[in-house]
């Protein structure tokens, strides 16, 4: 949004410096994005008068001047024809950089005279395209800067042009008049009455408006007369400045008139020339698909189904909101002209302009929201300045529709803006504000401005109350903490879990990754997902289709964009939710990891291995101990598909709690994500762990014993099919008090065992209580784990 400043004025009387009112607007929330200011790049130049004129003895076309600018005579050659003895110019003395020819004046020989600066022209000084002669000046002051002339004698030369970033919740701020209602409510200045009484009409318009019935929504009112006997030509002098300063090109006066409020209102308007409405009747109704216009622009555009059309007996005449017609549009010659004043749906608004691919100021401001209310006064204006520049007169008004009602009111609390914002301000200077900004106040209720569309609730009221008073006034303060205790720990037992998996994996060696939720469908129906009830609606692309099933088809993805870089070696980890459906109940928080390559670098000593089955089981025992899971647990078989049939375990609080699942990935879905296997992996169900069943904070006692533990090794034949898991359990059952710990340590299978049998060896730690064992009690133990193992595998003691 670009405005100059004296625009501004026009609306905001005030005495703020140029750099007050820059800090004001950044700080009320329209960030100042840039501002040319014509007297900066002109301040070096000053007013001189030359005293004498002479020809050049070696050019000529060039003159020798004596001219005098407050410091005594100085010599110039000057080219220009109209360089004369007594007319006052501007003058560049040496030093000074001239913008126009990107030039810095020196002193210098021409044709072997000295020159000792330069007389400017318009060109040269970027004023305008004038560059026949040098500039003349009716008057001035010997020594005076130039850009104290032109505030005196052409003050738009030297207007400060503004540019400021408009969110998309500040429609209002779109017209100059709304940034001035703004920074008169901050204090710098009271706002400028700039009403319009109604012109009264002396006939009946002659062009009826009508809106079809399924068009209301999205055209509900629409404004328009005629002015008869205008004379149409260049604008006064005064607008074509303005437009020119924010960059806009004056096209004829009917035309700019319309663009003149665009910007000092937000109030966009569209004229006919009236002669040229086939009927003499406009409609608004929506395009049935297929029907073409030929823009403004020049350009053609084609309709989709449920745009809003303006048109009239020979079709469309107009885009609704967004541009009108290059048929019914205005030219020098037009003598009778139609002006309308409109309101559009915002939503309905964007869409046509998205679809057209049209930008213009209209759809800008029609598309994040005008101020209905102020249609009618619009068209007054507008009327009032028609008539008092290109003469004419006016019909009375027809309107068809009716004004949207966007009246509404909010609570105001005015305790609020502590609680909200942490901000002391006394509760009338809240209110003084809100009126200020065109809020109207009755009682607790702050009745909202039709040109606010973005306040919509009590904490908006708020907003507004603390963005005038400017929120660098906030302190910052520490939290209130409680007299007595500690406070309670915010987090939740999830939470809490999810912290430590992450140190834990990461003090693993994991490398932690964030991946998207959503993966392609194919990657989703590897890992049991894909279906209709996780697919997007409106995915970002084709690989994004589907809400994930699994943390894993992102870890493997990612593992192989490192693997095609030449990074083999990968131990990743994620902890995020995954869903299996649109309900609530259909999400869940996992934490997956996955290793690939080998265990550590090449080495000359061997240390280094390929990954295996116990690497990832060990690494999903240490998390699930660190966020709480029991020590005691079963390994069990049948996973799900994508893991290895044979290499795999599910960690088991009986068979149907499962925390965690490790193993091998099968080959088949290893080779469908493009990875290098063997790929270990394992997934935990942090939600299935059972809570602890006291909640305080403290650890247990440490217990410690000082009796000599005992081991002893086993070794069992059992059937090929016998799980050492089976056989751990039962050793480990013999005696729950003096048994510790029962871990397999050898395995043989064939020689003399024969077919279909092999040997299991296991280390059993016992660690008495009260007094260290005899030998005879270690025997009665033994003794005990034989017959445990032989009644729960069937094996017998290897001789």
């Known amino acids: 949004m670009k405005f100059t400043l004296s625009w501004l004025k026009s609306h905001l009387e005030t005495d703020a410096s140029l750099d007050d009112i820059l800090y004001a607007l950044t700080d009320l929330g329209l960030e100042v994005e840039g501002v040319e200011n014509p007297a900066e790049s002109l301040a070096d130049f000053v007013i001189g008068k030359v005293l004498s004129a002479e020809k050049h003895p070696e050019a000529d076309r060039l003159k020798v001047c004596q001219v005098d600018f407050g410091e005594g005579p100085s010599q110039i050659i000057c080219g220009a024809p109209n360089a004369r003895e007594g007319i006052t110019v501007v003058v560049a003395r040496p030093g000074v950089y001239v913008p126009g020819i990107d030039t810095t004046i020196g002193v210098g020989k021409i044709r072997g005279i000295e020159s000792h600066g330069m007389m400017a022209s318009e060109r040269e000084l970027q004023l305008s395209d004038e560059h026949t002669g040098i500039i003349e000046l009716p008057e001035g002051e010997m020594g005076q800067t130039f850009p104290d002339w032109l505030a005196e004698h052409d003050p738009a030369k030297v207007d400060p042009v503004i540019e400021i970033a408009i969110t998309p919740n500040r429609p209002d701020a779109l017209g100059v008049r709304g940034i001035a209602r703004d920074l008169a409510a901050r204090g710098l200045g009271s706002m400028i009455a700039r009403d319009c009484d109604p012109v009264p009409g002396t006939f009946p318009c002659p062009v009826s408006v009508t809106i079809d019935a399924d068009t209301l929504d999205d055209a509900p009112v629409f404004y328009g007369r005629m002015i008869r006997g205008v004379k149409n030509g260049p604008s006064p002098q005064w607008l074509q400045d303005l437009l020119r300063a924010i960059g806009l090109r004056p096209i004829s006066f009917l035309v700019d008139v319309t663009n003149f409020f665009t910007y000092d209102r937000n109030r966009p308007l569209h004229v006919f020339d009236a002669d040229k409405i086939a009927g003499n009747a406009l409609r608004l109704y929506r395009a049935k698909g297929g029907e073409t216009l030929m823009g403004l622009d020049e350009k053609e555009y084609t309709f989709q189904p449920g745009m809003v059309i303006i048109g009239d007996d020979n079709g469309p005449e107009s885009i609704a909101g967004i541009m009108g017609g290059l048929e019914t549009g205005v030219t020098e010659d037009?003598?009778?002209?139609?002006?309308?004043?409109?309101?559009?749906?915002?939503?309905?608004?964007?869409?046509?302009?998205?679809?057209?691919?049209?930008?213009?100021?209209?759809?800008?401001?029609?598309?994040?929201?005008?101020?209905?209310?102020?249609?009618?006064?619009g068209l007054e204006h507008a009327t009032r300045m028609i008539l008092d520049h290109a003469g004419g007169e006016a019909s009375e008004v027809v309107v068809a529709g009716a004004l949207p009602d966007v009246a509404r009111a909010y609570r105001l609390d005015t305790d609020r803006v502590q609680s909200l914002v942490g901000m002391d301000i006394p509760a009338e200077e809240q209110r003084a504000t809100l009126q200020a900004l065109g809020f109207t106040l009755e009682g607790d209720q702050a009745h909202v401005p039709s040109w606010r569309p973005d306040v919509l609730g009590e904490a908006d009221l708020v907003e507004e109350v603390a963005r005038v008073a400017s929120l660098t006034k906030l302190v910052g303060k520490p939290l209130p903490r409680p007299s007595t205790g500690v406070p309670k720990p915010v987090q939740t037992l999830g939470q809490r879990r999810q912290a430590m998996a992450r140190r834990t994996a990461a003090a693993l060696g994991y490398n932690e990754c964030l991946t998207y939720s959503f993966i392609d469908q194919e990657a989703a129906a590897l890992f049991g997902g894909g279906t209709d009830a996780t697919a997007l609606e409106n995915p970002i692309s084709s690989e994004m289709s589907h809400m994930r099933p699994a943390l894993l088809p992102g870890l493997m993805r990612a593992a192989a964009r490192n693997q095609a870089r030449g990074f083999l070696d990968l131990a990743l980890f994620e902890v995020g939710p995954v869903f299996h459906g649109t309900a609530p109940e259909d999400q869940d928080t996992l934490i997956s990891?996955?290793?690939?390559?080998?265990?550590?670098?090449?080495?000359?000593?061997?240390?280094?291995?390929?990954?295996?089955?116990?690497?990832?089981?060990?690494?999903?025992?240490?998390?699930?101990?660190?966020?709480?899971?029991?020590?005691?647990?079963?390994?069990?078989?049948?996973?799900?598909?994508?893991?290895?049939?044979?290499?795999?375990?599910?960690?088991?609080?009986?068979?149907?709690?499962?925390?965690?699942?490790?193993?091998?990935?099968?080959?088949?879905?290893?080779?469908?994500?493009?990875?290098?296997?063997?790929?270990?992996?394992?997934?935990?169900?942090?939600?299935?762990?059972?809570?602890?069943?006291?909640?305080?904070?403290?650890?247990?006692?440490?217990?410690?014993?000082?009796?000599?533990?005992?081991?002893?090794?086993?070794?069992?034949?059992?059937?090929?099919?016998?799980?050492?898991?089976?056989?751990?359990?039962?050793?480990?059952?013999?005696?729950?008090?003096?048994?510790?710990?029962?871990?397999?340590?050898?395995?043989?299978?064939?020689?003399?065992?024969?077919?279909?049998?092999?040997?299991?060896?296991?280390?059993?730690?016992?660690?008495?209580?009260?007094?260290?064992?005899?030998?005879?009690?270690?025997?009665?133990?033994?003794a005990k784990i034989v017959a445990k193992v032989e009644k729960a595998t069937g094996g017998v003691l290897r001789g």
């Open 593 to 782: 990891g996955l290793l690939v390559g080998r265990t550590g670098p090449k080495d000359v000593h061997g240390a280094a291995r390929p990954v295996d089955v116990y690497d990832v089981k060990a690494d999903a025992e240490a998390i699930l101990s660190a966020i709480g899971a029991p020590a005691k647990v079963q390994i069990l078989r049948a996973a799900d598909a994508w893991w290895h049939p044979g290499r795999h375990g599910r960690i088991c609080l009986g068979p149907k709690k499962v925390l965690g699942v490790f193993g091998e990935v099968h080959p088949k879905v290893v080779a469908a994500m493009d990875l290098k296997g063997p790929v270990m992996a394992f997934t935990l169900w942090p939600g299935e762990i059972p809570a602890p069943r006291k909640s305080n904070a403290t650890r247990p006692a440490l217990t410690l014993r000082d009796l000599q533990p005992v081991e002893r090794d086993f070794a069992f034949v059992v059937d090929a099919q016998v799980e050492a898991l089976a056989l751990t359990n039962a050793a480990a059952g013999a005696d729950k008090t003096l048994i510790t710990d029962v871990r397999v340590f050898d395995e043989f299978i064939g020689g003399s065992l024969g077919e279909g049998k092999k040997s299991l060896a296991i280390t059993v730690r016992m660690e008495p209580t009260e007094q260290t064992l005899t030998e005879k009690e270690i025997e009665a133990v033994a």
């Open 334 to 377: 037009t003598v009778n002209v139609f002006v309308e004043a409109a309101y559009f749906d915002p939503v309905r608004t964007a869409y046509t302009g998205r679809g057209l691919r049209i930008n213009s100021d209209a759809r800008y401001r029609f598309e994040r929201g005008i101020d209905p209310d102020w249609t009618p006064q």
